[in-house]
T-cell receptor, first 115, second 118 residues
């Protein structure tokens, strides 16, 4: 019963470096999401996916790319990291729910610092 | 932009007391959800209330929704030290497509930090 697993848990990067954050879910959920959480703010949606092979932009997509090659995995990439991308990144997933909606299940986050 | 605005930003109470947190939002919604976040952890879903519901209970939690005022409240009764956490409301917006679905997207408020003293 792992749920949503994020790797790595912590990472420090230098400005301009690239990296990929991995999210894996074992609940067979269709929908997956990437959020960032900054101090004093709620979560903001970066990108999301409604199924394997599909992705869409959220509220704050600039500087990030995503891929969903397998249903259970959702990758978040930073091509050229900037200090403004220092944040805690959360992945979440949910089942299909139509307009009535379903709850989201979250991982424990990746704490990323860009120096 | 943050859809949900929560009040208060911080709440400090004694064990056994009730805690009430409020959330206001701006647009039409399909549902409103409440989540808890313990320090250093991910968010945990507490309760979901749909736009056609007015009140919902789950254990010591009571959630109300007033769509005419675009507001919701979360009541935690008989609080415990273990309830110490940040609490977030999140709204699922009703969008303009045929089904009104937002593909499960949520817009989160800034959260209320609840501290329960033993």
């Amino acid at each position: 019963n792992a749920g949503v697993t994020q790797t790595p848990k912590f990472r420090v990067l230098k400005t301009g470096q690239s990296m990929t954050l991995l999210c894996a879910q074992d609940m067979n959920h269709e929908y997956m999401y990437w959020y960032r959480q900054d101090p004093g703010m709620g979560l903001r949606l970066i990108h999301y996916s409604v199924g394997e092979g599909t992705t869409a932009k959220g509220e704050v997509p600039d500087g990030y790319n995503v891929s969903r090659l397998k249903k259970q995995n959702f990758l978040l990439g930073l091509e050229s990291a900037a200090p403004s991308q220092t944040s805690v990144y959360f992945c979440a997933s949910s089942s299909l729910g139509g307009p009535k909606g379903q709850p989201q299940h979250f991982g424990d986050g990746t704490r990323l610092s860009i120096l | 932009s943050q859809q949900g605005e929560e009040d208060p930003q911080a709440l400090s109470i004694q064990e056994g007391e009730n805690a009430t947190m409020n959330c206001s939002y701006k647009t039409s919604i399909n549902n409103l959800q409440w989540y808890r976040q313990n320090s250093g952890r991910g968010l945990v879903h507490l309760i979901l209330i749909r736009s056609n519901e007015r009140e919902k209970h789950s254990g010591r939690l009571r959630v109300t929704l007033d769509t005419s005022k675009k507001s919701s409240s979360l009541l935690i009764t008989a609080s415990r030290a273990a309830d110490t956490a940040s609490y977030f409301c999140a709204t699922s917006p009703r969008e303009g497509n045929a089904g009104g679905t937002s593909y499960g997207k949520l817009t989160f408020g800034q959260g209320t930090i609840l501290t329960v003293h033993p």
